[in-house]
């Protein structure tokens, strides 16, 4: 019987339940090769960083909303240099920020679920169908809605693989792996931004709440539909 991608994944969900981030990656590369990509929002380079070293020619989705925080930007260019082998690919809505807003007025404050999913879902879906898996750095401690994040589960969503390697992690483990090596960081998480999206929707979390509490603050929104 042929072994589907969705296959692949139910059977890697439990023979990598308790695998490092190193080793989700190394299967990662090993049985993807070229066809998978690392998502970043640029607020670090950890999963970069982690993903560099099991596979150096990495591609690296970002999600040119147009509406980020220059230090964002920043942080993408800054990427670019500090790991050279890596290739950028910057996954941009149909219309620009300009058009949108001609047409639809400003939909961040309006109908912020419609401009994430014209701005980062249809750009992420459209980019992914060009591999068979993608890495993300959701961590089960980010927000209630992801406490049960599974290291390799089955996108049904976009139909193919996803490898969430530091799912895992706690907070302190991710900020010793920030300071143990060195990694590039979003100069906003030191100005108390520990979760950065688009500019419009980002506020810093009260005292007490969770990280991503600061995204889409008062609408009762708390994901963009990338990861559910």
């Known amino acids: 019987m042929t072994t589907t991608h969705q296959d692949l994944a139910a059977r890697a969900e439990r023979e990598l339940a308790g695998a490092s981030a190193a080793q989700a990656l190394a299967w990662t590369a090993e049985t993807f090769g070229d066809e998978f990509i690392v998502a ?135 900020t010793r792996y920030i300071a143990d090596h060195g990694i590039l960081e979003n100069p906003l998480v030191q100005e108390g931004y520990p979760s950065i999206g688009c500019k419009p929707c980002t506020a810093k979390p009260l005292p007490g709440q969770d990280a991503r509490s600061g995204r889409w603050a008062g609408t009762g929104k708390t994901e963009c539909g990338l990861h559910g």
Not at 59 to 79: P, W
Not at 103 to 117: S, V
Not at 141 to 150: E, G, K, L, M, S
């Open 40 to 174: 970043s929002n640029m607020q670090d380079a950890v999963l970069i960083d982690l993903a560099y070293r099991a596979k150096r020619d990495i591609d690296v989705l970002f999600l040119e909303t147009g509406y980020h925080f220059a230090e964002t930007i920043g942080t993408r260019d800054a990427v670019a240099v500090v790991y050279p082998e890596v290739r950028i690919v910057n996954a941009e809505a149909t219309q620009s920020v300009a058009d949108q807003e001609a047409e639809f007025g400003l939909l961040n404050q309006t109908n912020p679920t419609q401009c994430c999913f014209l701005r980062k879902v249809v750009p992420l879906r459209e980019t992914l169908s060009g591999y068979r898996a993608w890495v993300t750095g959701v961590r089960r401690v980010d927000a209630p809605t992801r406490a049960n994040t599974p290291i390799v589960q089955w996108d049904e969503r976009n139909g193919l693989v996803k490898v969430n390697p530091i799912a895992p992690w706690s907070d302190d483990e991710f």
